[in-house]
């Protein structure tokens, strides 16, 4: 099994979401661990591939391989797969990723899989695991031929250091005249107003059991605590408690903290598979029913109103 994956980068930082890819790719024990990196900057990011499980890790520096055009990197993708023979290419999903994905499918004839959260070998086969009925269950995929194209869920593999080295090689990318049509001529990044989630080692993440918008300042604070941010539920967003960069679940973001906090969440399948791995959940709600309490680590039936401002409390006299 030879697999290919595809690592964004931005300023400088490899994509959380690829290297975990990347790392899941090393765990299905594949002879060849190829990351593909392109852009300026990827030389000096080729190394750090490799401690997630690459074995090798091919780069191509240029501008055309700067922007969000899906087109280059299709070629420098297509031009990598054919050449090295991968059987098997993997992306986390994000708007150029996809676009990306589909363009490679269409290049090579290939099948393409997408929003998976696992995949696996299974009797000599890959299957891929994706979520259906309102992600209350996973069916099983697979494809028809090589090489399998599949697009990963984002958030789905923690960015594992695996600590290996990988032989880098400079690749030079022969561009489609139709993959130098388009240019970009402005490019304008518009600033989250809510918190960064992505990443972030603990979350706290408030739902409808706070009761108010003025009760976030109990996710506030402890999030304040533990040294992580504060997330919502789409009930809370869609109530205007919260922006949407702030939402977790089917609808916003997918997250895997070591740390989740859950304050008066019910725990709904739309909620939960945008948290389900992460390391540890804690949930606290008065419902002795609610649903989180069926998947969490640690249940604390109570108010949350008598019980975090305890919690407060004790960590942060431990802190000082």
């Known amino acids: 099994m030879k697999v290919a994956v595809f690592v964004e980068h931005h300023d400088n930082v490899l994509d959380d979401g ?6 899941k790719a090393a765990a299905l024990g594949a002879e060849d661990v190829t990351a593909v990196l392109g852009g300026g900057g990827s030389d000096a990011l080729a190394s750090e591939a490799g401690k997630f499980g690459a074995t090798k890790v091919y780069v191509a520096e240029g501008a055309a391989l700067d922007t969000s055009l899906p087109q280059p990197h299709i070629d420098l993708l297509e031009q990598v797969v054919r050449a090295g023979g991968h059987d098997t290419v993997l992306f986390s999903t994000s708007v150029l990723a996809t676009d990306v994905a589909a363009g490679l499918a269409g290049r090579l004839d290939a099948g393409l899989n997408w929003d998976l959260v696992d995949i696996v070998r299974s ?6 695991k ?52 388009a240019t970009v001529v402005d490019r ?35 999030a304040e605590v533990l040294g992580g941010v504060v997330g ?21 973001k997918t997250v895997a903290p070591k740390l989740y906090v ?27 029913r609610a649903p989180i309490f069926e998947f969490c680590d640690l249940a604390v039936v109570a108010d949350v109103h008598t019980i975090v401002p305890e919690l407060l409390e004790l960590l942060r006299r431990r802190r000082s």
Do not use: C
Request: net charge negative.
């Open 262 to 288: 859950a304050l008066g969440v019910s725990g709904a399948v739309q909620h939960k598979v945008g948290m389900q791995n992460s390391e540890t959940i804690v949930a606290i709600n008065k419902d002795p």
């Open 123 to 128: 009797d000599g086969a890959v299957v891929g």
């Open 18 to 23: 690829a290297l975990g890819v990347l790392a």
């Open 130 to 181: 994706r979520p259906a009925l309102s992600d209350s269950l996973l069916v099983d995929v697979g494809w028809r031929s090589t090489p399998r194209l599949a697009l990963m869920r984002a958030g789905s593999f923690p960015a594992v250091e695996k600590g290996g080295q990988a032989q880098v090689h400079d690749v030079s990318v022969e561009l489609a005249s139709h993959s130098r049509a």
């Open 232 to 252: 919502a539920t789409r009930a809370v967003v869609y109530a205007g408690w919260r922006p949407h960069s702030a939402q977790i679940g089917q609808t916003g």
């Open 188 to 222: 304008v990044v518009q600033a989250d107003s809510g918190p960064s989630l992505e990443g972030a080692p603990a979350i706290v993440t408030g739902g409808m059991g706070l009761g108010a918008p003025e009760h976030f300042s109990l996710a506030e604070d402890l």
